[in-house]
C-alpha cells in the first residue's frame, strides 16, 4: 500500500536571525516541564494513558522571549503556508495557542500521540536529531490507529532538521513525537496553528481551550 500522509519542507534558515538556536535554547529553558493530561478527543493514546511528561513553552512567553518568532508566524511562515495551500490561511487570532514550543529532554519525554484540529499545522524544528537516537516526528498511515503500537506498525517518519519548517493537515493521521534516546539530548519544535476559509478557528472543539487553560 502506498503511504498516504504528505507534507511540505522549508528550509527557513536564511529568514531566522544569527543567533536564533541560542535565543530558543535560551527561551526553553523556562519551559513548563509536567506531566500533561491527555487531550480530549483528540488524544490518540492508549485508554491507560492518562498524563505525558514534556515541556512547554506557552504562546505569552513566546510572544515575550522570542518577537521574532511571533512576528515570522504572522509574517513569512504565514506566507509560505499561503503557498502551501489552496484555499486562504489566516493564523490564529487567539494569542494562547498561534504558537507554542514543545521541549524534550532526556529520556523520560515525548508529545503526546493525536489528531489536530486545525486544518494546518506548521513546524519549525529548532534541533538537529541525529539518526536513531529518537525524538522523530512519527505519522501513522492509518488514520485508526489508536495508540502508538499501531502508529509504529505503518508510520512515516520525519526526523528534525534544525531550521526546516513543515507544514501537514494532521487531521486525519495520528502522530507523536518519539521518547529521546540520551538522556544528555534535547528536542525543541515551534509549533503553529494555522486555519482556512473551510476550517476556520471557531471550529475549534467545544472543551479544549477549558481543558488547556482553564477558560473558553
Ligand atoms: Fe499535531
Known sequence: MLPTFRWT???VTRWLPGDWQPDIAAAAEGADYREFPRTPVLSRESTYVRRILRGRVHAAQVRQDLPWLYQ???????ELARAVCPEAVMSARDERYGIVMNVQRGTTMRFECHVDSNPLTGILFCTDQVAGNGGELVFADDPD??????????CTVIRPHAGHLIFFDGRRYPHYARPLLSESNTRIVA???FYTESCPESTRPPGLNRHLFGQD
Open 9 to 11: 519542507t522549508f528550509d
Open 191 to 193: 509549533v503553529m496553528n
Open 72 to 78: 515570522s508566524y504572522r509574517g513569512h511562515f504565514l
Open 145 to 154: 490507529a489508536a495508540d502508538i503500537d499501531s502508529v509504529e506498525r505503518d
